[in-house]
């Protein structure tokens, strides 16, 4: 549910771009 609490999301910079955790949210629910 939480995204940010995946690893994957750690490692990327979505925390400075919010479209990366847009897509990388959608990437790791698809």
């Keep these: 549910s ?12 979505w925390k400075e771009n919010e479209k990366v955790a847009k897509v990388g949210c959608r990437y790791a629910s698809g």
């Design 2 to 13: 939480d995204c940010r609490k995946h690893p994957v999301y750690r490692s990327q910079r």
